[in-house]
């Protein structure tokens, strides 16, 4: 008889399949939807791919390329839409549109194209015009990302628009990363494929003057899907939307050398994922950083985040993900030395404070402050931000975790023990990683 949880931690062939496939989710939806910058009828071209996926792949076996398999079946399905009578009596068909996804966006470039960039080495019998369009993107994702941070676009709306179709997030994992209501999310998302889909044909495809004059949406859905992953990602940052993350924003790096935040961001995404071979202990539970093991964090991530680090120096522009960076570095020799310096911390984050307020970044804050001025002086800091003696708490703070987690830990150094019971199973409630969850648990009754 098969073993319920291992059945639970060793899905089918298939299921595995679709799960593997999840990380390129995004990627088909950028490809399909660069034809016509139609991100909704991406979307549905590839829910009718899993449909069939679901029924194709349990009779006969997962394939061997299951994102290719998706791809071609999504294709497939707009393709139909767009050769339908509907479509067709609503605009004239675009033979060029109906073959472009094919003949342009048939292969995802995994780093930048020297032949994109470099004049000397375009090949001069090439026939494909973008080889000779030197402002292109060389990333279908990264077009998109750009594209949906259209001006015409409601600001509010291009973050969670961004995260969605590109990046592969639901409206929930959005909402509880914005701490915003689910339906709030999907209402906004809603509205916001409207308009890009009214936008049709005429919403172009951004180049680098575009993605330039739209950084700061584009890195913060880069970071805001690193961010939602963190909780959930593999020890190993390879694969996954975290691997996407530290990909996209070299990229971005690269691409934008003289912006000090595509660099701060950079540094920021592979300082924090250098640590995740540490978050985990062999048996699989949760390590805080105060307790990790130096040796364990990747070493090549954290260089080329130190790399980032100087390079925002050299730009002579420190911004938000540039002090957050800093911040990360920080904490991390602190803990490869065996002394934090607590001032210089409170100092970085007074500084982002100023800049680019946050509840995140103001609980961290908190946090640090009772390391410099004492647990008293850190708890009213965070009261500050909206805990209520009478239980009437600030919304948003109720519901996000990790500051019940500080309080918590501050209550238990004052000696308020029931105080701090209670506010560790506030945070256990909003805890969905079991490992966290068994982390938090030790010592309640």
Not at 240 to 256: D, N, R, T
Not at 320 to 339: N, V
Not at 353 to 376: M, W
Request: glycine share 8%; aromatic share 4%; charged share 25%.
């Amino acid at each position: 008889m098969t073993d319920p949880a291992e059945s639970v931690a060793d899905p089918a062939p298939a299921d595995r399949a679709m799960i593997l496939s999840q990380d390129g989710w995004g990627r088909i939806i950028a490809l399909i939807a660069a034809a016509d910058g139609d991100i909704a009828g991406a979307e549905d071209a590839l829910a009718t791919a899993l449909e069939r996926a679901v029924t194709a792949w349990r009779a006969q076996g997962p394939p061997g390329n299951p994102e290719g398999w998706l791809h071609r079946v999504a294709l497939n399905a707009r393709r139909d839409v767009w050769k339908s009578a509907a479509t067709r009596t609503a605009a004239a068909l675009d033979d060029d549109v109906l073959d472009r996804p094919t003949d342009r966006h048939g292969a995802h470039r995994s780093s930048i194209d020297p032949a994109r960039t470099d004049p000397t080495q375009i090949d001069p019998e090439s026939s494909d015009p973008a080889d000779f369009d030197l402002d292109a993107l060389p990333d279908q994702r990264l077009e998109l990302l750009a594209a949906c941070a259209h001006p015409d676009i409601d600001a509010a709306a291009r973050p969670m628009l961004m995260l969605s179709a590109v990046m592969g997030m639901t409206a929930k994992q959005i909402a509880a990363a914005m701490a915003l209501p689910a339906a709030t999310v999907s209402a906004r998302l809603t509205r916001a494929k409207k308009r890009v889909a009214a936008l049709g044909i005429g919403f172009g495809e951004p180049d680098r003057l575009d993605l330039e004059s739209r950084l700061p949406d584009v890195q913060e859905a880069i970071y805001g899907a690193f961010a939602i992953e963190w909780a959930h990602a593999a020890a190993e940052p390879r694969e996954g939307m975290i691997g996407e993350a530290v990909y996209l924003s070299s990229l971005l790096a690269e691409l934008c050398p003289g912006d000090g935040e595509a660099h701060g961001l950079a540094a920021l995404i592979h300082l924090s994922a250098a640590r995740f071979p540490a978050r985990r202990d062999a048996a699989g539970r949760f390590v805080p950083l105060s307790d990790q093991d130096p040796d364990r964090w990747d070493r090549s991530l954290t260089d080329a985040g130190q790399g980032h680090l100087v390079e925002v120096h050299r730009c002579g522009h420190v911004g938000r993900f540039g002090l957050e960076a800093a911040i990360q570095l920080l904490h991390m020799a602190g803990i490869r030395d065996g002394t934090t310096d607590w001032p210089m911390l409170l100092r970085l984050h007074d500084d982002l404070e100023r800049i680019a307020p946050s509840l995140g970044g103001s609980v961290s804050r908190a946090a640090v402050l009772a390391e410099v001025d004492g647990p008293a002086a850190g708890l009213t800091a965070l009261d500050a931000l909206g805990f209520d003696p009478d239980g009437q708490d600030d919304k948003r703070l109720s519901a996000f975790q990790p500051a019940w987690v500080l309080r918590a830990h501050l209550l238990t150094r004052l000696g308020r023990t029931d105080e701090a019971a209670g506010a560790r199973r506030r945070a256990l409630d909003l805890t969905t990683d079991p490992a966290e969850r068994a982390y938090l648990s030790v010592g309640l009754t």
